[in-house]
């Protein structure tokens, strides 16, 4: 496999936690062809995360409903010499073939594989490693070999700026945030629970609760929030860039399994996850990539999230808090 390879794409359209669980694959790439020019294909939503990240040279946006023609000249101006499908679609797949990239790496049991010249027998479905290690393998198809699980983030001068700015406006010194809802991307703890952990908080610590979420989520936020001192409903006021300098200053994050608690992660916050037993979504695959994280699961190995006490998730917040501020 030639290692002058001027030019790499890699492609991962879908949401946040699978796009920085992609991020390993730039900076192993960075390491294994130190002069090429590393592009990210992403989708608009998570185009703020990847150019936050420092191996990454050059971000292009394709949507679900872009033309396989629109899609093939972008690629084609680019000149690319590899492209690595690490979240596999038709469209996009035809469309570097129809662009003449040389090598089309994908996995290899799709009906559409025979768009790919390189290919990778590997079943994601089984879910016998992360999500990151996955990704990893198809490099590997390039003569990659690197198993560099970096996710760590720039953090944006202005989103820090903004964050500090809420923090001052709302009396914010120390501070828990907690991310009730997963956008429909995972089986989530009740909003009683969260409820109640906020409460457990302001109860028996000094720490502030800050309760997150998108524009959407404004009403769920709310729920957890509601007429407890010290906790603050922040649903949908900050960008993305703001959302991740916010993360950076937090002291520990409490989520479901979704994409914040991978930014939470690669912005060095410790986190506490709350993940089912099922395949498709155990931590075996989809816990963030940190020292710093505590994952609950159900005892039982089922998929009832209630299995969880607020009890174990208090205990774990305290495990990830410095010794002074227990």
Not at 143 to 166: H, P, Q, V, W, Y
């Amino acid at each position: 496999m030639p290692h002058d390879l001027k030019r790499i794409i890699v492609s991962r359209t879908d949401r946040i936690g699978d796009v920085v669980l992609s991020l390993p694959v730039f900076a192993s790439l960075k390491e294994c062809f130190q002069e090429s020019q590393l592009i990210a294909l992403v989708s608009g939503y998570t185009s703020d995360v990847v150019a936050s990240f420092p191996d990454i040279d050059t971000v292009i946006t394709s949507e679900a409903d872009d033309s396989v023609w629109e899609t093939a000249r972008k690629l084609r101006a680019i000149r690319a010499d590899a492209i690595l499908f690490l979240f596999p679609r038709f469209r996009l797949a035809t469309a570097a073939f129809i662009a003449g990239v040389p090598i089309r790496v994908g996995t290899a049991y799709r009906w559409y594989s025979f768009l790919f010249n390189r290919k990778v027998r590997e079943h994601r479905k089984d879910s016998i490693k992360s999500e990151a290690e996955y990704n990893l393998s198809l490099a590997s198809a390039i003569g990659c070999t690197g198993k560099t699980l970096s996710t760590r983030l720039r953090i944006d001068e202005k989103g820090l700026n903004r964050a500090r700015e809420f923090m001052s406006r709302h009396g914010l010194g120390k501070f828990v945030v907690l991310h009730p809802g997963s956008g429909g991307s995972a089986t989530d703890w009740s909003t009683d629970n969260f409820r109640k952990l906020c409460a457990e908080i302001i109860a028996n610590t000094d720490f502030n609760v800050v309760v997150t979420g998108s524009t959407q989520e404004e009403s769920l936020c709310a729920e957890v929030a509601s007429g407890l001192q010290r906790c603050l409903n922040a649903a949908g006021k900050f960008s993305l860039l703001e959302f991740i300098a916010f993360l950076s200053m937090a002291d520990v994050f409490v989520s479901n399994s979704t994409g914040p608690i991978h930014l939470a992660a690669a912005v060095g916050t410790p986190v506490v996850g709350i993940y089912p037993n099922n395949k498709p979504m155990t931590p075996a695959r989809w816990a963030p990539i940190s020292d710093r994280k505590v994952i609950l699961t159900p005892a039982d190995g089922s998929d009832d999230l209630n299995g969880v006490s607020v009890s174990q998730v208090l205990n774990s917040i305290s495990t990830l808090l410095p010794v002074s501020a227990r």
